[in-house]
Nanobody
Framework: VQLVESGGGLVQPGGSLRLSCAAS????????MSWYRQAPGKERELVAH????????NYADSVKGRFTISRDNAKNTVYLQMNSLKPEDTAVYYC??????WGQGTQVTVSS
């Protein structure tokens, strides 16, 4: 199992970023996928998840209405569209598949 995130960076408050997580080594379309984040000095927290076929999504209250999780099973990729970013969204964002499979993370920094 390999999960590789990309798309992080530095963005001003109110800006947008789209994160991608490219998966390999397993049958991607059979698994629920999740995005987590970890800010400095804080515990890792669930941001969003999406069911295997993409029919059901769930979000942390702190990102509802601003973030959208989606997936393309033909490309073995899960996305996180982040809009109206706030400084408190600054964190390392991780892709996760159950049974303990994490990506390496991608840094998102929201600052003016």
């Amino acid at each position: 199992v390999q999960l590789v995130e990309s798309g992080g960076g530095l963005v001003q408050p109110g800006g947008s970023l789209r994160l991608s997580c490219a998966a390999s080594g397993f049958t991607f379309s059979r698994y629920l996928m999740s995005w987590y984040r970890q800010a400095p000095g804080k515990e890792r927290e669930l941001v969003a998840h999406i069911t295997s076929a993409g029919g059901v999504t769930n979000y942390a209250d702190s990102v509802k209405g601003r973030f959208t999780i989606s997936r393309d099973n033909a490309k073995n990729t899960v996305y996180l569209q982040m809009n109206s970013l706030k400084p408190e969204d600054t964190a390392v964002y991780y892709c996760y598949r159950r049974e303990g499979h994490w990506g390496q993370g991608t840094q998102v920094t929201v600052s003016s």
